[in-house]
């Protein structure tokens, strides 16, 4: 086991047989933008064995203020590929596979197949629905996290002895969709809630802690308050 995981293979939940698992494990992470940004670099820092980047976007100087993957030097280039180099630079013995595309009905299918877990890092309601969809058919837990402003909240789908979806926590598509989500956000909070979705990542694939199935945790970074509602 190399030395660079020593700090988490001492701790009983994770050990070496823990971070054999993280080695092994598959993850595919969907918006590579302020929540794929924290989510992507601790969990290659973490050993995660293969990840995948999906994001059809290029980095702008707006996004700075959140996305800490990035640089001014790559305002304009691709972000899976900027995304792909800077993990790359902190752990070598992550794969990393990148699709500079948008997840869309005719691609979810193939792509989602091919990991263990999915992570949301979008930011529109008819990716999550998709996602959701696609991911409870094929038997894959769905870590999604979704942030406004100060506030954010965590939850994973498709895991557990009660599965929920999505669409248990959020039913009323037609309603969801005409709705416009509110770009407004300080940098910190999706640091905080990307981080949260890397967290449950570990828990499932390591098997320790209370995963986040059936429970969705929110936090108000103005007050510091949490939640977990059962649903």
């Given at each position: 086991?190399?030395?660079?995981?020593?700090?988490?293979?001492?701790?009983?939940?994770?050990g070496e047989?823990?971070?054999?698992?993280?080695?092994?494990?598959?993850?595919?992470?969907?918006?590579?933008?302020?929540?794929?940004?924290?989510?992507?670099?601790?969990?290659?820092?973490?050993?995660?064995?293969t990840?995948?980047l999906?994001?059809?976007?290029v980095?702008?100087?707006?996004?700075?203020?959140?996305?800490?993957?990035?640089?001014?030097a790559e305002?304009?280039?691709?972000?899976v590929?900027?995304?792909?180099?800077?993990?790359?630079?902190?752990?070598?013995?992550?794969?990393i596979?990148?699709?500079?595309?948008?997840?869309?009905?005719?691609?979810?299918?193939?792509?989602?197949?091919?990991?263990d877990?999915?992570?949301?890092?979008?930011?529109?309601?008819?990716?999550?629905?998709?996602?959701?969809d696609?991911?409870?058919?094929?038997?894959?837990?769905?870590?999604?996290g979704a942030?406004?402003g100060?506030?954010?909240?965590?939850?994973?789908?498709?895991?557990?002895?009660?599965?929920?979806?999505?669409?248990?926590?959020?039913?009323a598509?037609?309603?969801?969709?005409?709705?416009?989500?509110?770009?407004?956000?300080?940098?910190?909070t999706?640091?905080?809630?990307?981080?949260?979705?890397?967290?449950?990542?570990?828990?499932?694939?390591?098997?320790?802690?209370?995963?986040?199935?059936?429970?969705?945790?929110t936090?108000?970074?103005?007050?510091?308050?949490?939640?977990?509602?059962?649903?």
């Open positions: 086991m190399t030395s660079r995981y020593t700090r988490q293979t001492a701790l009983p939940e994770i047989t823990g971070q054999e698992r993280l080695s092994r494990a598959r993850v595919l992470i969907i918006g590579v933008g302020g929540l794929g940004a924290p989510i992507a670099l601790y969990l290659t820092a973490a050993g995660i064995g990840i995948g999906i994001d059809d976007d980095v702008s100087l707006s996004n700075l203020q959140r996305q800490v993957l990035y640089s001014e305002v304009g280039q691709p972000k590929i900027c995304a792909a180099r800077r993990l790359h630079e902190l752990n070598s013995q992550t794969s596979h990148t699709y500079q595309t948008r997840l869309t009905r005719l691609n979810a299918e193939k792509l989602i197949a091919e990991y877990i999915v992570i949301d890092g979008c930011d529109n309601f008819t990716t999550r629905y998709l996602i959701s696609v991911s409870s058919r094929l038997g894959k837990p769905y870590v999604y942030i406004q100060f506030e954010g909240q965590v939850s994973v789908f498709n895991y557990g002895k009660q599965p929920r979806t999505y669409r248990d926590l959020y039913p598509e037609a309603n969801m969709l005409q709705l416009t989500p509110d770009s407004s956000v300080i940098g910190i999706p640091a905080v809630v990307g981080s949260m979705e890397a967290n449950e990542v570990l828990k499932i694939v390591c098997g320790y802690g209370d995963v986040l199935s059936e429970k969705l945790w936090i108000d970074l103005r007050t510091l308050q949490t939640y977990q509602l059962a649903f």
